[in-house]
């Protein structure tokens, strides 16, 4: 039976609180102590456990038989139970009473295939959250293979869902990888929620799995090449990385593959204007665990409602249909818990106070309380579970208010405000505190930036940016800050810069290939995105993307729709990804 299937009759497993009181608990649990009112002696080995028979009875569906069977004579007090050690006998009757047991990663592999023995079934989900609490990449491989030997399917589920999320650590640090099958093997790397950058990683791991015992593993490369998304390599890796490898090349049984990822790149690279067909199953794109939500801005001379996704695994841009019932421009947008909160800024004539909520999975919106003042040109971000949101207009002055919500109250409440005035400046956090940098006071355009550190309530003046930058995109990339494009009071601005909080500086980045102000921007697939915005002559819907391990810029695919004062955020491990993602995979 499933951990979280409780029959009805023993629904006192799942739902303690309503069904079975504390205090009730203790007195019985006292009464088993002191031996009163017991009607039963349970032997395990040399020790001998008092017991209250409907108590057992209401936790396991064994001991129920056990005591009601027409053969049990009710006038036997001992009951002999083998094949279990008395300790783990003792947690079991302590479940039995108090709904709770001492589990831990020394008795876990004892106590849940007894549990499962003895059919206590709010103990063996005890133990499956137990296990999930304790996923590592060393040990999510063997927790899922245990899961399976005791069907636990929430317990697997959650196992292979940890597994696909983290296997690139999966396949640095665990030992387990080394020691699957290759059916296992082929069932990991092929599967579509494999949470890789690029197919790189997956046929790196092919090679360390086959390199673990090569004589016997080589056997399958054909195989296991059908698990890579060639079609996704570029030309250059595939001719000079995997069809020459001593493995590939001289194996009869890889060629066909070969030849049919070859003729499919070839003719990619000879028609650059061509769409990769994302239907063909060499280039069938994995699901992204990550989804990048781009909110609202300005566009076409008003303010618009459009919300698009970006499918990083695609590289597409897909229209949500879900929008809001009206627009909005120069706010902010922060995630927590899966919702997504539109904070403040501005539809062409109301600046807004107001906050709206966006359920993914739902795909409602709702209003949820206003912030204590107007704020278009915005700053948030989270830190913790509060969103932060900073400086603004309200349409007379700009602010150096600061407040915060707290989603689980509904309630926003101001903290210390900053040292300067500012709107269109950016925020980010990085180590538990909230960096802001840039914007307009009014009179000019900022180099200034401040930290803000919760614990004392105070906000700390930082090195100043090596240039002004209002309309900035700030983001916490690689335990630094980064400070991209806007405007300068001239002009619109390619140049980025970085602040690393432990020397205290400022260091010069790469140019991005747009100039731009008020864009949207974020970290996902590790890299920063800059998204959209203003070049100085018209909104844009150019992105592009900036790889730390490169020092690079990329370009990658064009929103639908041009436009500036938009706003992203990231929601990670959607359940309904789904629905945000390009369907032609």
């Given at each position: ?226 698990t890579i998304r060639l079609g996704l390599l570029t030309t250059q890796y595939f001719v000079e990385k ?197 914007g307009f006071n009014g009179h000019e355009c900022l180099s200034t930036a401040e930290e803000y550190d ?47 909080p432990k020397s205290k500086r400022w260091k010069t980045i790469p140019e991005m290939f747009n100039p ?70």
């Open positions: 039976m499933e951990e979280d299937e409780v029959p009805n009759s023993h629904a006192m497993d799942g739902t303690v609180g309503k069904k079975f009181s504390v205090e009730a608990c203790n007195i019985l649990w006292e009464l088993r102590k002191s031996g009163q009112l017991c009607d039963a002696i349970i032997k395990v080995e040399n020790r001998e456990f008092p017991i209250h028979r409907n108590i057992m009875s209401a936790c396991s569906q064994y001991f129920r038989t056990l005591f009601t069977n027409e053969l049990f004579d009710t006038n036997t007090r001992e009951v002999v139970i083998p094949g279990v050690s008395a300790e783990i006998m003792s947690l079991i009757i302590d479940f039995a009473y108090t709904r709770d047991a001492a589990v831990t990663a020394e008795n876990i592999e004892r106590l849940l295939p007894a549990a499962d023995q003895f059919h206590v079934m709010g103990l063996v989900k005890l133990c499956c959250d137990f296990l999930i609490s304790e996923l590592t990449p060393e040990n999510c491989i063997g927790i899922r293979r245990f899961a399976r030997t005791y069907f636990c399917h929430n317990l697997e589920r959650a196992a292979f869902r940890y597994l696909m999320l983290n296997i690139a650590d999966v396949l640095t640090f665990s030992n387990e990888y080394l020691q699957l099958d290759i059916d296992e093997i082929c069932d990991i790397l092929s599967s579509d929620e494999l949470n890789v950058r690029n197919e790189e990683l997956v046929f790196d791991a092919v090679l360390r799995w086959i390199d673990y015992d090569h004589d016997t593993r080589k056997e399958y490369i054909a195989r296991l090449l059908k995997v069809k020459v490898h001593p493995y590939i090349k001289d194996n009869d049984s890889c060629k066909p593959v070969i030849i049919e990822t070859l003729k499919f790149l070839y003719d990619l690279d000879m028609d650059e204007d061509k769409e990769l067909d994302l239907n063909n199953p060499l280039a069938k794109p994995r699901v992204p665990h990550e989804i990048l939500f781009v909110i609202g801005g300005w566009s076409g001379g008003s303010p618009t409602n459009l919300v698009e996704t970006y499918d990083t695994r695609a590289d597409r841009w897909i229209i949500c249909d879900a929008v809001d019932t009206g627009p909005r421009a120069y706010h902010g947008t922060s995630t927590v818990n899966h919702i997504i909160y539109v904070i403040g800024g501005f539809d062409g004539v109301e600046y807004f106070n107001s906050v709206r909520s966006f359920n993914p999975m739902t795909k409602e919106w709702k209003e949820v309380a206003p912030m204590n003042a107007k704020r278009c040109y915005v700053s948030t971000t989270v830190l913790g579970d509060r969103i932060y949101a900073m400086g603004g207009y309200d349409g007379q002055m700009r602010q150096n208010t600061v407040e915060r919500f707290l989603p689980t109250k509904n309630q926003w409440s101001f903290v210390s405000p900053m040292n300067h005035r500012r709107s269109d400046a950016s925020a980010t956090t990085l180590n538990d505190k909230v960096y802001i940098c840039g919760p614990n004392t309530n105070q906000w700390t003046l930082l090195e100043p940016m090596r240039n002004r930058r209002s309309g900035i995109g700030v983001i916490a990339y690689k335990e630094e800050i980064y400070a991209l494009g806007g405007f300068n009071g001239i002009t619109r601005m390619n140049t980025g810069e970085k602040y690393c731009r102000s008020n864009f949207a921007i974020e970290v996902i697939d590790e890299m920063v995105f800059a998204i959209g915005g203003f070049n100085g002559v018209t909104t844009i819907f150019n992105v592009e993307c900036y790889d730390a391990s490169t020092d690079e810029w990329y370009d990658a695919t064009d929103m639908n729709l041009n436009r500036s004062a938009l706003s992203a955020c990231v929601v990670k491990e959607l359940p309904s990804v789904q629905d945000y993602i390009h369907k032609e995979r």
